[in-house]
């Protein structure tokens, strides 16, 4: 268990509200990522961030932004939700050993 | 860039020994990850590869050759319970060091 925390879990919202997701992590590691996945593409790395108030862009980052005030919260906002961005969203953070992320337990979010 | 071909989905039998393989290009590489993906749940860490040959974890081994852009994950003693999803994954030290994932074998353990 990494200490890894996200919430909501699950959320159903419409096209054209903003949403914000959090993942909160207790063990100070500096670099945190959020993820979606769908059927048919695996894990897509949308934002990522390696320290407070340091983003940057993933290969899917369109339609997403983040912002990271404290090291251990890790936000990701959809500004205007669209129902392209109906998936499975995990965060994840690296440790400082061999590089491997630890995932939290996602949250499932459907826009209608 | 970077692709990572694994295949989508596999069948075994219990007690038996599968191996799923993995096939990657990229340009920075730094490493090799497998992770176990369970249905609805979150991807967790089973071996990390950076230097060649084979890293055992009990009933879990993974190889890596990286001239041939090859891994593999083998599974010994098939139990149901490794009925799940496996994701191949590269860490690439081009640009931002961030893991690329394959879309991943869905294994299936059979009585």
């Known amino acids: 268990d990494a200490g890894i925390t996200q919430s909501p879990r699950h959320k159903v919202t419409e096209t054209g509200t903003p949403v914000t997701l959090r993942c909160h992590q207790t063990e100070n590691h500096r670099y945190m990522y959020w993820y979606r996945q769908d059927p048919g593409h695996g894990l897509r790395l949308i934002h990522y961030s390696y320290g407070v108030k340091d983003t940057d862009k993933g290969e899917v980052s369109d339609g997403y932004s983040v912002s990271r005030s404290k090291t251990e919260d890790f936000l990701l906002t959809l500004e205007s939700a669209t129902s392209s961005q109906t998936s499975v969203y995990f965060c994840a953070i690296r440790t400082g050993t061999a590089n491997e992320q630890f995932f939290g337990p996602g949250t499932r979010l459907t826009v209608l | 860039g970077q692709n990572i071909d694994q295949p989508t989905e596999m069948t075994a039998t219990e007690g038996a020994i599968v191996q799923i393989n993995c096939t990657y290009q990229?340009?920075?590489?730094?490493?090799l990850f497998w992770y176990q993906q369970h249905a609805g749940e979150a991807p967790t860490f089973l071996s990390y590869n950076v230097l060649d040959g084979l890293e055992e974890k009990g009933r879990f081994s993974s190889f890596l050759s990286r001239s041939k852009g090859y891994s593999y994950l083998l599974l010994k003693e098939l139990q149901m319970k490794d009925s799940a999803s496996y994701l191949c994954?590269?860490?690439?030290?081009?640009?931002?060091?961030?893991?690329?994932f394959g879309t991943g074998t869905r294994l299936t353990v059979i009585p």
């Open positions: 990229t340009s920075g590489f730094n490493g």
């Open positions: 994954a590269v860490f690439d030290q081009t640009g931002a060091n961030n893991l690329f």
